[in-house]
Every structure is written in structure tokens, then in C-alpha cells.
């Protein structure tokens, strides 16, 4: 006698089917948006039962799921699955524009906003919108001015931890995200995400006043202001504005005195990198600016300036370089 084959029990909505009719009710509410198991502690409501007990343990202290690599312990199952591949560096998840690599699926639907443009959370305060809610978060603690993470260096303040464990780098000079096809290494995953694209050659972003175009939506926005003239950030101290925000940030020091980028040789301090960068050319004794008239050379461009200023005045400078 054949054995009968089990019902199969599918989703009007989508290709989804199942032999279980539960599993078929957990998948549905997927489409329906319904969370009928409540949390009593906070009030968060879930689509599954396992998971509303998983959350609960989120209000105590109970961490039954560790790490074997280090001290590190979670509350799920799938918390630490998703961890132990910040030590083993897998990454199953993949983008069909770019190729960029996630550790977890979530991540993929959130950098593909970075394609499509989508900005779905929004602030109601200033109507500026983000790609994902954690970014939405950050940006509200703008409007308070709330600032609790404090550089043991020098008196920055920020208002999450992660930006003040990038801040450090600054002083520590650490860049430990590297490009798998270049050499290039950074002090931040953005900068690193940013990078790839480069090689990639992914630029879905195009400007409708000159046909530029860019790997990211904020790089297009960013390219507009030299078109608008547009400087929304403005200092709070002289009144200076600038078209990014980081230029505001540097510009800052002038009024704060901070010069986080120091020389390893000696005692100087800048206020930005390439500056540094331009100082340690002078320990090098590289001197790649050479005078066309007579033999000087000089380690940066401006030196050479001033110098032709003694020969009779401003020379083109366009083939002084070596």
C-alpha cells in the first residue's frame, strides 16, 4: 500500500508552500504584518511565540548562548551565529549590482537602498531621510545635542560610541578595514564600502546639470552644492559655512585649537591628515617641487611658490614637479 503523500499547504500571496499548516499561518503574517504576541515588559509585539521568549530575555540578565573565540555572550541562538562571523570573517550574503559581501542577509536589503535610492525612515523634525532606522537614530540625537561618549585624547564628544571608536583612530592611526583587491586600508567600514565601489565601477548616480555620476546617492548630493552653491553647514563660532559636513569639522579646530594628527618624529601637531602627511615629506627629505630657473626644490608646492616669488614673480609651476 502506498504511503499517502502528505498535504501541501501554499500562500495565496506568494510561491511559498509547506506540509505544516502552522508553519504556512507564522509565513503569511510576513504579508499581513500582523504581531499578535506582545511583550509585557516594553510592549514590542512579534509574529512567533519562540521569538516573543527569546526577546524576553532581553530583560534579564540571562545570556545562555557564548562565544568559544571570546568573552562575548547573547541571548539567541542566531545573535551569536551572527558574531562568531566577525571572527571567522564569513560573509554568505552577497549584492547582485556591486558584489559587496554581508555576514547577515538584513545588511544586504539595507546597502541595496544604496542602489536603488530608497530612504524609507524619515525625521520629523527636519524631514531628512535614511536608508535604514539605526541611521534614522543616530540622526535624532543631532536635535538633542545629547554628546555622552567623550575622547580620553583630546575634547571631542560624540554622540554614539561607534563614532567615537572611529575618532580614536585618528589618534592611533589604526585602519583595520582593508580592500581584498587593492592595498588600501581604512579606519572606518564606510570608507572601506565606499572604496569597493571604485573597483566595481558601479556609478547608478548621475547629475542632471552636468551627467556626472557616483557610486552613492550622498556623493551626487555632495557634487550638486558646486552646481547650487549651496553650504548648509555653518560654524556657530565665526559664521563660515561649507557644502560638507566635515569640512565644518575641520574648520572647528581653527576656533578649538584641537591638532589630533601628530608627528611621530617630532613634536608638531596638525589639524588635518594631509598636512601631516605634507610635514613628513620634510623628514623624508623628499622634495619632489623643483624651481624651473634655478637649482631649488622643494617638499611642497607652496614653498615652491613663495621661492619664484624671488626670481620676478608667479611662474607656471607645471613642469617644476619631478
Same mark, same amino acid.
Given at each position: 500500500?502506498?504511503?499517502?503523500?502528505?498535504?501541501?499547504?501554499?500562500?495565496? +500571496?506568494? #510561491?511559498?508552500?509547506?506540509?505544516?499548516?502552522?508553519?504556512?499561518?507564522?509565513? @503569511?503574517?510576513?504579508?499581513?504584518?500582523?504581531?499578535?504576541?506582545?511583550?509585557?515588559?516594553?510592549?514590542?509585539?512579534?509574529?512567533?511565540?519562540?521569538?516573543?521568549?527569546? &526577546?524576553?530575555?532581553? &530583560?534579564?540578565?540571562?545570556?545562555?548562548?557564548?562565544?568559544?573565540?571570546?568573552?562575548?555572550?547573547?541571548?539567541?541562538? %542566531?545573535?551569536?551565529?551572527?558574531?562568531?562571523?566577525?571572527?571567522?570573517?564569513?560573509?554568505?550574503?552577497?549584492?547582485?549590482?556591486?558584489?559587496?559581501?554581508? +555576514?547577515?542577509?538584513?545588511?544586504?536589503?539595507?546597502? /541595496?537602498?544604496?542602489?536603488?535610492?530608497?530612504?524609507?525612515?524619515?525625521?520629523? @523634525?527636519?524631514?531628512?531621510?535614511?536608508?535604514?532606522?539605526?541611521?534614522? &537614530?543616530?540622526? /535624532?540625537?543631532?536635535?538633542?545635542?545629547?554628546?555622552?561618549?567623550?575622547?580620553?585624547?583630546?575634547?571631542?564628544?560624540?554622540?554614539?560610541?561607534? =563614532?567615537?571608536? +572611529?575618532?580614536?583612530?585618528?589618534?592611533?592611526?589604526?585602519?583595520?578595514?582593508?580592500? %581584498?583587491?587593492?592595498?588600501? +586600508?581604512?579606519? !572606518?567600514?564606510?570608507?572601506?564600502?565606499?572604496?569597493?565601489?571604485?573597483?566595481?565601477?558601479?556609478?547608478?548616480?548621475?547629475? #542632471?546639470?552636468?551627467?556626472?555620476?557616483?557610486?552613492?546617492?550622498?556623493?551626487?548630493?555632495?557634487?550638486?552644492?558646486?552646481?547650487?552653491?549651496?553650504?548648509?553647514?555653518?560654524? !556657530?563660532?565665526?559664521?563660515?559655512?561649507?557644502?560638507?559636513? %566635515?569640512?565644518?569639522?575641520?574648520?572647528?579646530?581653527?576656533?578649538?585649537?584641537?591638532?589630533?594628527?601628530?608627528?611621530?618624529?617630532?613634536?608638531?601637531?596638525?589639524?588635518? !591628515?594631509?598636512?601631516?602627511?605634507?610635514? /613628513?615629506?620634510?623628514?623624508?627629505?623628499?622634495?619632489?617641487?623643483?624651481?624651473?630657473?634655478?637649482?631649488?626644490?622643494?617638499? %611642497?608646492?607652496?614653498?615652491?611658490?613663495?621661492? /619664484?616669488?624671488? =626670481?620676478?614673480?608667479?611662474?607656471?609651476?607645471?613642469?617644476?614637479?619631478?
Amino acid at each position: 500500500m502506498k504511503a499517502e503523500k502528505p498535504k501541501t499547504y501554499s500562500c495565496e +500571496a506568494c #510561491d511559498f508552500s509547506s506540509t505544516r499548516s502552522t508553519s504556512l499561518a507564522v509565513h @503569511v503574517r510576513t504579508h499581513t504584518g500582523e504581531r499578535p504576541y506582545h511583550c509585557d515588559v516594553c510592549g514590542r509585539s512579534f509574529a512567533q511565540n519562540s521569538v516573543l521568549k527569546s &526577546h524576553l530575555l532581553t &530583560h534579564t540578565d540571562a545570556r545562555p548562548f557564548s562565544c568559544e573565540a571570546c568573552p562575548a555572550s547573547f541571548s539567541r541562538k %542566531q545573535y551569536l551565529t551572527v558574531h562568531v562571523r566577525t571572527h571567522t570573517g564569513e560573509k554568505l550574503y552577497s549584492c547582485d549590482v556591486c558584489g559587496c559581501r554581508f +555576514a547577515q542577509k538584513q545588511y544586504v536589503r539595507v546597502h /541595496m537602498r544604496t542602489h536603488t535610492g530608497e530612504t524609507p525612515f524619515s525625521c520629523d @523634525v527636519c524631514g531628512s531621510s535614511f536608508a535604514a532606522k539605526s541611521r534614522l &537614530h543616530r540622526h /535624532m540625537q543631532t536635535h538633542t545635542g545629547t554628546k555622552p561618549y567623550s575622547c580620553d585624547v583630546c575634547a571631542s564628544a560624540f554622540a554614539q560610541k561607534v =563614532h567615537l571608536h +572611529a575618532h580614536l583612530r585618528t589618534h592611533t592611526k589604526e585602519k583595520p578595514y582593508h580592500c %581584498q583587491i587593492c592595498a588600501s +586600508a581604512f579606519a !572606518n567600514n564606510s570608507a572601506l564600502t565606499s572604496h569597493i565601489k571604485t573597483h566595481a565601477g558601479v556609478k547608478p548616480f548621475i547629475c #542632471d546639470v552636468c551627467d556626472a555620476t557616483f557610486a552613492r546617492k550622498e556623493a551626487l548630493t555632495i557634487h550638486k552644492r558646486t552646481h547650487t552653491g549651496e553650504r548648509p553647514y555653518t560654524c !556657530n563660532v565665526c559664521g563660515s559655512s561649507f557644502a560638507q559636513k %566635515q569640512y565644518l569639522r575641520v574648520h572647528g579646530r581653527i576656533h578649538s585649537g584641537e591638532k589630533p594628527y601628530q608627528c611621530r618624529l617630532c613634536d608638531s601637531a596638525f589639524s588635518v !591628515n594631509s598636512r601631516l602627511k605634507r610635514h /613628513m615629506q620634510m623628514h623624508a627629505g623628499h622634495k619632489p617641487f623643483s624651481c624651473g630657473v634655478c637649482a631649488s626644490s622643494f617638499s %611642497q608646492k607652496e614653498h615652491l611658490r613663495k621661492h /619664484m616669488r624671488t =626670481h620676478g614673480g608667479e611662474k607656471d609651476e607645471s613642469q617644476t614637479e619631478q
